[in-house]
């Protein structure tokens, strides 16, 4: 049996899918956001966000509103880390997941406007050792359509070997072997490595590093001093919050994240006073403070609505992909937005009203949980209506949920006992050995003790130890955040007796899970 993959990354791709469609858009609102009308909202966020923390929504969250290019609320509530005296604030740092898509767009748009790259920059020519699977969209591939996710990259193509430890340039190299799950531009895909090409990309148009291009054309500028899209910079942050996820019934601590790899998709640490500079920026067209830092063309591209995702889940809003962000017709006008989450335990959102010259960032420590969008709706709600329109939570907190929830119940369906008639494993020795492909690399499965081990990445540097299951059939946990949620590694054994080929289920999204055996 096959199980579906879960959301081991960024995992907002399924909120990115297309939805079934509504008879009619929501009406949108035709009334004008004023200062006291700001105002009078904040008071009651705040005592809404207070009771999301005390109900456990979620351990901590770290809020920043901007309107007309001011900061006109910054405020942390709950803590970094469950079980310690440990307060968010303004200023603590978190692992922004996919909201790091519109800030690295944001980024391009300035490389864009320094004349160093055109939005339809062809790769191969600012970054020729990139290639997909075909010849012709390999030649014609441009920022646009990898910021635009319309390359025809699965989805989870390259996320698989970034688990596995893999470099990000050796990741980028191997995603030319990935078939295409559509034509070329004519399908929406959500990949996380296929945006990191175009960060990457753009950055070398520009003689930099892709970590360097975020400090110069962004963070430095606008005085993100908190701002980083390398991993040691987050952790050498004393005011950082930890990442958490819901086990038997608690939020703990169980895993962490290392993201430098997909950095300009999902690499990026930050803090809600930070992003508040980043919103104010953005929602002045590239101008801040009076100041021009980005030309308006170049950041504007980034707000077009190229990619028809349907209408939203959740709002039920018509949805577009641009270049980095979403793009919303909703009931208070026009919303630009991205979401962001990592299985292993963060939830980020940021949600702007251009037409308003408002927006709103929610930075959480925990996943799976809707309430950093249920923050943003119904601070919105509040803003133009004075009450919420509905209790947002549930919807989001049902939507995030889904992730995790059946890839649990169906491995535990499926593995959380052996069969009554199960068979005993061959001799351990008969599934020892090396195997490989040329798309995961190399696995050793090595006897220790009485049992076997898996070793895979560079340098087996990632190891699972393997539970016989049936006859031929193991299990292994790949995910810390799951520890209820096993695998199958499936030996296919020859008539010697000796395994030929060994099948990681997890790994297998794309066909490619399926080692053989070297040459002893």
């Known amino acids: 049996m096959r199980l579906s993959r879960p959301f081991r990354y960024l995992v907002p791709a399924l909120l990115l899918a297309p939805v079934l469609l509504v008879a009619d858009p929501p009406a949108v609102s035709a009334q004008a956001v004023t200062e006291d009308m700001v105002n009078e909202a904040l008071p009651k966020l705040e005592a809404y966000v207070g009771g999301l923390i005390d109900d456990g929504a979620v351990p901590g969250m770290s809020i920043a509103v901007v309107y007309k290019g001011q900061l006109v609320y910054l405020w942390g509530f709950g ?12 200023d603590t740092v978190f692992q922004i997941a996919s909201l790091s898509k519109p800030v690295s767009s944001t980024v391009v748009a300035a490389i864009v406007s320094d004349g160093k790259a055109r939005w339809d920059s062809r790769i191969a020519d600012i970054d020729p050792e990139f290639r997909l699977k075909q010849a012709y969209p390999s030649a014609e591939l441009t920022l646009r359509d990898l910021f635009a996710h319309r390359s025809g990259l699965p989805g989870n193509a390259g996320n698989e070997l970034e688990s596995l430890g893999f470099p990000r340039e050796e990741i980028l190299h191997r995603l030319r072997q990935v078939a295409p799950s559509s034509s070329f531009r004519s399908g929406y895909s959500y990949s996380n490595f296929g945006l990191t090409e175009g960060g990457v990309a753009a950055a070398r148009a520009a003689g930099l590093s892709w970590e360097d291009a975020g400090e110069q054309y962004l963070f430095e500028p606008l005085g993100m001093t908190s701002t980083s899209y390398r991993e040691a910079d987050f952790l050498a942050q004393d005011n950082r919050a930890t990442l958490h996820v819901r086990h038997d019934g608690e939020w703990q601590a169980l895993a962490k994240r290392h993201p430098d790899a997909q950095a300009p998709a999902g690499g990026a640490s930050s803090s809600a006073r930070d992003l508040a500079q980043w919103m104010a920026l953005v929602l002045g ?7 021009r830092m980005i030309d ?105 949920e889904m992730l995790f929830s059946p890839a649990i119940e169906a491995a535990q369906a499926a593995y959380g006992a052996p069969p009554a008639d199960a068979t005993p494993a061959l001799p351990l020795s008969a599934y020892a050995g090396a195997y490989a492909n040329d798309y995961l690399g190399d696995a050793v499965v090595v006897e220790e003790g009485e049992g076997l081990v898996i070793k895979l990445g560079p340098e087996g540097g990632t190891q699972f130890p393997l539970t016989h299951f049936d006859r031929d059939l193991f299990l292994y946990t790949p995910y810390d955040e799951m520890p209820d949620a096993p695998s199958a590694v499936s030996f296919r054994v020859g008539p010697d007796g000796k395994a030929l080929a060994v099948t990681l289920e997890d790994l297998d999204d794309l066909g490619m899970g399926t080692l053989a055996r070297k040459d002893d």
């Open 79 to 90: 803590t970094k880390a469950a079980g310690e005296d440990a307060p968010v604030d303004g």
């Open 285 to 291: 067209g590239g101008e801040i403070g009076g100041e």
């Open 296 to 400: 308006e063309a170049a950041i504007a591209a980034t707000h077009q609505p190229l990619m028809d995702r349907g209408n939203h889940h959740i709002t039920g809003s018509p949805s577009f992909y641009g270049l980095g962000w979403n793009i919303q017709y909703g009931r208070h006008g026009t919303v630009w937005g991205h979401a962001g989450a990592f299985s292993t335990g963060a939830r980020t959102v940021v949600s702007l009203l251009p037409d308003e010259e408002l927006g709103i960032v929610v930075l959480a420590n925990a996943f799976p949980t809707g309430a950093p969008d249920a923050v943003a709706d119904t601070f919105f709600d509040l803003v133009f209506d004075g009450a919420p329109e509905r209790d947002w939570l549930e919807p989001w907190n049902g939507l995030y």
